[in-house]
């Protein structure tokens, strides 16, 4: 039976394995042993900080935590294993290093992009950190294209199955006669995608949650994440402590409207401590996103990808910006509400808008779902997507 290596970085490793729980627990279930190997030592540059939650972590018990010091003490490792490899580390600059020893040791890597949503590009700035502008914009975009010629050429892996719920992707690759072309004879980074149900999906049809209507549920946005203050140092406090009186009285109105108690859910990788500065009057919640969304009566966003939860369960979302958000929060939030066809609330200058009309303006656009839902989160109903994953690894791996 195979071993599977799961290559990550241990930075954030609590929030890595909250997002990818799923999909870890059915390879634990199939395969003899999943390795989760840190990615830092193996990185370009170097970038070994471990997660200082990691002892707390809790595992299948078939699920080990490995961190090698250098590609020797891996390679070491990897002898007498009969293994391949689940791609969590990208085509950056930073995992050039791996991916050449990966090419060079012949090891098949599979990539699972089911999590049904999208990335939005970031917005450069010139005015502010040029510098760091450049290096991102080589180490990430410059060199996600080059990686595609890399492994054309041989010197990178070719990722053997690539799982998405993006059917949207699929259907332009397929309309458009070069991408078309390039994919048929595999000179895509990934040679096959597959289209799958999102993991949302799945987790839906399994019904682990009871649904209710029992809170309004608020997904918040992390302002100085590390990228963005790559790029413009860190957030301006005048302008946050601006945004959060605002956010929170506009919460505050609709808690007392509905009369429903407000629940604030953060991303696994946020600071808790931070969060809950924020949000003085609210309960702050981690690792429990999914369950208090199936037990929400009306959710809202500055910026989640989590609300996919919200638009498959056809609840009723809030797509919340300010004017004292920067370039890259209002980019983000704004593509998010238009791509998921939510109603878009400015929490200063639409706080004064009665219950009522804002009852009626999110029920209606409840109607858009269903698009987004058939573009990203389920493409056949009577399909488990990991047990199509699961398939065809096993089918790639004999």
């Not at 395969?31 to 900080?49: H, R, S, W």
């Not at 760091?132 to 990722?159: E, M, Q």
């Amino acid at each position: 039976m195979k071993d599977v290596l799961f290559i990550t970085s241990f930075e954030n490793l609590s929030a890595t394995l909250n997002v990818n729980e799923e999909l870890i627990n059915q390879l634990s279930k199939n395969f003899k042993n999943i390795y989760i190997v840190n990615a830092g030592n193996l990185a370009f540059p170097k970038d070994n900080k471990i997660d200082k939650n990691i002892k707390n972590i809790k595992k299948t018990i078939n699920t080990h935590f490995i961190n090698p010091e250098n590609f020797r003490e891996f390679d070491n490792f990897l002898k007498d294993k009969d293994i391949f490899v689940m791609s969590n580390f990208g085509r950056y600059l930073y995992a050039a290093k791996i991916n050449f020893f990966l090419k060079r040791k012949k090891i098949k890597v599979f990539q699972v992009s089911n999590l049904g949503f999208f990335n939005v590009a970031v917005k450069y700035d010139f005015t502010h950190n040029f510098y760091s502008i450049i290096k991102h914009f080589f180490a990430v975009k410059f060199f996600k294209k080059l990686s595609v010629v890399f492994s054309n050429l041989g010197i990178f892996p070719k990722i053997e199955v690539r799982f998405t719920s993006d059917k949207k992707l699929i259907d332009h690759i397929n309309n458009h006669p070069i991408k078309r072309a390039l994919n048929k004879n595999k000179l895509f980074f990934a040679k096959e995608l597959e289209l799958v149900n999102s993991k949302s999906y799945d987790l839906y049809k399994k019904d682990s949650f009871g649904i209710s209507e029992d809170y309004i549920v608020h997904l918040d946005k992390e302002f100085d994440w590390p990228e963005l203050v790559a790029f413009r140092g860190k957030y301006d406090e005048q302008k946050l402590k601006k945004h959060y009186f605002f956010l929170n009285q506009f919460l505050s109105k609709l808690s007392k409207d509905y009369n429903k108690e407000v629940k604030v859910c953060i991303h696994p990788g946020y600071e808790y401590k931070k969060f809950r500065n924020y949000f003085p009057n609210f309960e702050v919640i981690q690792f429990k996103t999914r369950e208090y969304i199936y037990k929400s009566f009306m959710v809202t966003m500055i910026d989640s990808s989590a609300v996919v939860d919200a638009i498959l369960l056809k609840k009723k979302i809030l797509g919340l910006t300010s004017d004292y958000m920067g370039l890259n929060e209002k980019n983000y939030s704004i593509n998010n509400i238009e791509r998921y066809g939510i109603k878009h609330f400015n929490i200063e200058k639409d706080i004064t808008k009665n219950k009522k009309f804002i009852l009626e303006e999110v029920t209606k656009k409840i109607n858009n779902y269903d698009k987004y839902i058939s573009q990203y989160l389920c493409f056949n109903e009577n399909i488990s997507g990991y047990e199509m994953i699961i398939k065809t690894i096993k089918e790639k791996t004999l």
